[in-house]
Nanobody, 123 residues
């Protein structure tokens, strides 16, 4: 199982970025997948996730600005981030819980992680 994240970068306040996470070794048709982020000096937090049935949910801080989606043909998950704010600056990680019950917002329940991708929003 591998998750490969991409798409981070530097953007000004109000700008947009699109993160992608390519999954291999399992199908996004069968498992949920999501994004976490970790800002300097802060704990890792859940940002958004999409279930195997396509249902999506978001942290309150990003609702209305971020949109998570799946491309089943490519087995890839993406997150469009609009109206970015300096407080969105963090390393973003895609993660998947493949075993047992899980809380999609708890990083300890994730079984596989992609390498982080840095998002920096300048003020």
């Amino acid at each position: 199982v591998q998750l490969q994240a991409s798409g981070g970068g530097l953007v000004q306040t109000g700008g947009s970025l699109r993160l992608s996470c390519a999954a291999s070794g399992f199908s996004l048709d069968d498992y949920a997948i999501g994004w976490f982020r970790q800002a300097p000096g802060k704990e890792r937090e859940g940002v958004a996730y999409i279930g195997s049935d396509g249902t999506a949910d978001y942290a309150e801080s990003v609702k209305g600005r971020f949109t998570i989606s799946r491309d089943k043909a490519k087995n890839t998950m993406s997150m469009q981030m609009n109206s970015l704010k300096p407080e969105d600056t963090a390393v973003y990680y895609c993660a998947a819980p493949l075993e047992g019950d899980y809380d999609p917002w708890d990083p300890d329940d994730m079984d596989y992680w992609g390498k982080g991708t840095l998002v920096t929003v300048s003020s």
